[in-house]
């Protein structure tokens, strides 16, 4: 499978908006869950931050950005809206995508990937 093609990063002040999308052509099964990660400083881990179960939409968000990020999506691209974000949303940006299959929840399936496209850079300034 290719590796996922993310894109819409940039800069931008905080509380502001920004909308991040991923090409993510030839994940797009109906057991398959899909999330972004995150890695806020270089050499971090990346972590997972959003999620969403492609067979009944079910999303899933990490407490830091519950109502402030939206993940959707819509054929073969994948979506996260960041609204209201703060400096420390800084970071890079990755998509993913994983077989559902016999794990418990998305971000258990999720933390199996390992085919990373080059991410996409989001800046939050004051």
């Known amino acids: 499978q290719a590796r996922p093609v993310e894109s819409g990063g940039g800069s931008v002040q905080t509380g502001g908006s920004l909308r991040l999308s991923c090409d993510i052509s030839?994940?797009?099964?109906?057991?398959?869950?899909m999330g972004w990660f995150r890695r806020q400083t270089p050499g971090s881990e990346r972590e997972e931050f959003a999620d969403i179960y492609i067979r009944d939409g079910t999303t899933s968000y990490a407490e830091t950005v519950q109502g402030r990020f939206t993940i959707t999506k819509d054929k073969n691209t994948l979506y996260l809206q960041l609204d209201d974000v703060k400096t420390e949303d800084t970071g890079m940006y990755y998509c993913?995508?994983?077989?559902?299959?016999?794990?418990?929840?998305?971000?258990?399936?999720?933390?199996?990937?390992?085919?990373w496209g080059q991410g996409i850079q989001v800046t939050v300034y004051p």
């Open positions: 993913s995508a994983a077989f559902r299959g016999v794990w418990d929840s998305c971000r258990r399936a999720l933390a199996t990937f390992r085919n």
């Open positions: 030839g994940y797009e099964r109906n057991d398959y869950c």
